[in-house]
């Protein structure tokens, strides 16, 4: 909240914080409101909604700034706080946004999950990683690499959106990890099943030519020895409560992590469901 000169050092103090929404009391203001939002925006590298508090609007009623509204303090705050807090929302999300696949990450991610714990909906949660990853990095770089993440991006997006229900959710974890959120116990098997199959016909596309003849590339390890591997595949694993009650996000992860390192043992790709490997 701005009402005063300490309120703008306030904020020079913090000038590397995120902030969505900032009130200023125009009412008990010092100074110019309009010299005041530059100051803000030019402290600030983030762009958040600003709402101006003052028992007479009408004086801004011919004023129209960008990311700027206005509230009457005479009347209830109920409207304009719903409106901030859709707002912050909506920003959480596009923050999450992965600059690479485009997806919703961890923190959209989790918020999916505990809506359905919390709604006890039916669910599947499969996790996507991709093998040897970082030795193919290593030798393409970071732009072919995430190319290879927008396709991966993009072919579990299309699946969904041929096989899946509208409810299904795709998320980024982050490197080359994903989650895939499934509304109901049907289906998953199937898109599973079409990601690994796509995925090992297509991959190749994404290497040289004399890699592709010779059917691996070399990479330096960590012992400084170069070390032949083959093409990248995919470890993929499930889970789901329709024959076990998770309560928790973290029970949901550690048991992921679980089959997840059980898959990692096998050479090539893999769709592996809990049942499929004891569990349930």
Not at 165 to 192: C, M, Q, T, W
Request: contains cysteine; charged residues 25%; glycine residues 4%.
């Amino acid at each position: 909240m701005f009402c005063s000169k300490s309120g703008l050092d306030d904020l020079k103090m913090n000038m590397r914080r995120d902030f969505y929404v900032i009130l200023i009391d125009y009412d008990n203001l010092d100074g110019d409101i309009n010299h005041l939002i530059g100051l803000i925006r030019s402290y600030l590298s983030s762009l958040p909604l600003i709402v101006v508090l003052s028992y007479d609007t009408s004086i801004f009623s011919r004023k129209i700034i960008p990311h700027v509204t206005f509230h009457d303090k005479s009347k209830s705050f109920e409207t304009v706080y719903n409106q901030l807090v859709n707002f912050i929302k909506s920003m959480e999300f596009c923050k999450s946004i992965n600059d690479v696949s485009h997806l919703p990450g961890n923190i959209v991610i989790n918020q999916v999950m505990e809506n359905k714990l919390k709604n006890n909906e039916d669910f599947v949660i499969m996790y996507i990683d991709i093998d040897k990853f970082k030795p193919f990095t290593d030798y393409f770089g970071i732009f072919r690499s995430s190319q290879v993440i927008k396709y991966l991006a993009r072919l579990v997006i299309d699946l969904i959106e041929k096989y899946g229900l509208p409810e299904d959710f795709a998320g980024h974890v982050g490197g080359d990890d994903f989650v895939v959120i499934f509304n109901s116990h049907d289906n998953y098997k199937l898109i599973g099943d079409k990601i690994v199959e796509e995925f090992d016909k297509n991959i190749q596309r994404f290497y040289d030519e004399i890699d592709v003849q010779r059917g691996y590339i070399e990479v330096l390890n960590r012992e400084s020895q170069l070390e032949k591997f083959p093409f990248i595949t995919l470890s993929i694993v499930s889970i789901s409560n329709e024959l076990k009650d998770y309560s928790t996000t973290e029970e949901i992860y550690k048991d992921l992590m679980i089959y997840k390192k059980e898959a990692k043992q096998t050479m090539g790709s893999i769709l592996l469901h809990s049942a499929d490997m004891g569990g349930v």
